[in-house]
């Protein structure tokens, strides 16, 4: 990953840790009112809290809440911070019970879960038009040569440009030749031929293969020997329809395609 993404990364956990601590402040003085209660001490209720929210930020990476492929402005990634403000609050209950025995008030673990999962996303939400901004600027943005330019490879180049994503394409090469010299402001650089001294020239750090699947082992092979990143969309293998994911079976990794996607598909 790029030194500018990884200083955003973590400046986005930073945050996230921070908003976690105030939430659960904020939870406490909601409940108690806006003074320290000496029924339910507040240095005993933070130490908790202290020791919560490391454990709370690692499981945010367990569930890829930190991905740069995330869409962030989605159910699934609210799916993701519930699950993980629900943890945070269990893990807190849990804590606080096993060390203090009693505690004051379930009211204030309702406050707690609510204002993780709004400070969280809306956070999240600001840090992703952070890295939109950053994407403008050509701050930590990987650069991609498109192969093939089919109408799912103007899709795909239309999208990366429209959504301002960090994976940014540069050039455009074509195994067939074609008559379109740039697609979406991107150059169509060639053939080929052209393949090796396209990617020296424009530095490449990902490849997206849309096209010419004759031409994928030969690319795969050299994108893994020269340490680039390799993307292939499931229509260039004849899948147009339907949900794709990739699913192990006793270790060996499988593309699994189902005709639609039901809610139990991710977790069973």
Same mark, same amino acid.
């Given at each position: 990953?790029?030194?500018?993404?990884?200083?955003?990364? =973590?400046?986005?956990?930073?945050?996230?840790?921070?908003?976690? $601590?105030?939430?659960?402040?904020?939870?406490?003085?909601?409940?108690?009112?806006?003074?320290?209660? *000496?029924? /339910?001490?507040?240095?005993? #209720?933070? %130490?908790?809290?202290?020791?919560? *929210?490391?454990?709370?930020?690692?499981?945010?990476?367990?569930?890829?809440?930190?991905? %740069?492929?995330?869409? =962030? &402005?989605?159910?699934?990634?609210?799916?993701?911070?519930?699950?993980?403000?629900?943890?945070?609050? +269990?893990?807190?209950?849990?804590?606080? #019970?096993?060390? /203090?025995?009693? +505690?004051?008030?379930?009211?204030?673990?309702? #406050?707690? +879960?609510?204002? !993780? $999962? %709004?400070?969280?996303?809306?956070? @999240?939400?600001?840090?992703?038009?952070? $890295?939109?901004?950053?994407?403008?600027?050509?701050?930590?943005? /990987?650069?991609? $040569? &498109?192969?093939?330019?089919?109408?799912?490879?103007?899709?795909?180049?239309?999208?990366?440009?429209?959504?301002?994503? @960090?994976?940014?394409?540069?050039?455009?090469?074509?195994?067939?030749?074609?008559?379109?010299?740039?697609? @979406?402001?991107?150059?169509?650089?060639?053939?080929?031929?052209?393949?090796?001294?396209? =990617?020296?020239?424009?530095?490449?750090?990902? &490849?997206?293969?849309?096209?010419?699947?004759?031409?994928? %082992?030969?690319?795969?092979? #050299?994108?893994?020997?020269?340490?680039?990143?390799? /993307?292939?969309?499931?229509?260039?293998?004849?899948?147009?329809?339907?949900?794709?994911?990739?699913?192990? &079976?006793?270790?060996?990794? +499988?593309?699994?395609? @189902?005709? !639609?996607?039901?809610?139990?598909?991710?977790?069973?």
């Amino acid at each position: 990953m790029k030194k500018q993404l990884i200083n955003l990364k =973590i400046l986005q956990i930073v945050v996230d840790g921070i908003l976690i $601590l105030g939430a659960f402040t904020l939870a406490y003085f909601l409940r108690i009112g806006f003074f320290f209660s *000496t029924d /339910f001490p507040f240095d005993k #209720y933070i %130490l908790i809290v202290g020791i919560t *929210t490391p454990i709370t930020l690692l499981f945010m990476f367990f569930i890829r809440a930190y991905k %740069l492929s995330q869409q =962030i &402005i989605s159910w699934r990634h609210i799916q993701r911070l519930t699950f993980v403000s629900l943890e945070n609050v +269990f893990v807190f209950m849990i804590l606080y #019970y096993f060390t /203090f025995r009693e +505690f004051f008030s379930r009211l204030i673990l309702v #406050y707690a +879960f609510i204002l !993780t $999962l %709004l400070l969280t996303y809306l956070w @999240h939400v600001i840090f992703h038009w952070i $890295l939109q901004k950053a994407s403008e600027r050509e701050i930590g943005v /990987f650069r991609a $040569l &498109i192969i093939g330019t089919n109408r799912p490879a103007q899709e795909i180049i239309r999208m990366l440009i429209t959504v301002k994503s @960090h994976i940014k394409p540069v050039a455009i090469i074509d195994a067939h030749g074609s008559s379109k010299k740039v697609i @979406h402001g991107i150059p169509v650089v060639g053939k080929m031929n052209l393949f090796e001294k396209t =990617i020296a020239d424009h530095d490449i750090d990902i &490849i997206v293969q849309v096209d010419n699947l004759e031409q994928s %082992l030969n690319i795969i092979n #050299y994108a893994l020997a020269n340490n680039i990143k390799y /993307f292939m969309p499931p229509e260039l293998l004849g899948i147009f329809q339907g949900h794709q994911i990739l699913e192990e &079976i006793e270790g060996m990794p +499988f593309l699994k395609v @189902h005709k !639609t996607k039901r809610w139990w598909d991710s977790i069973w």
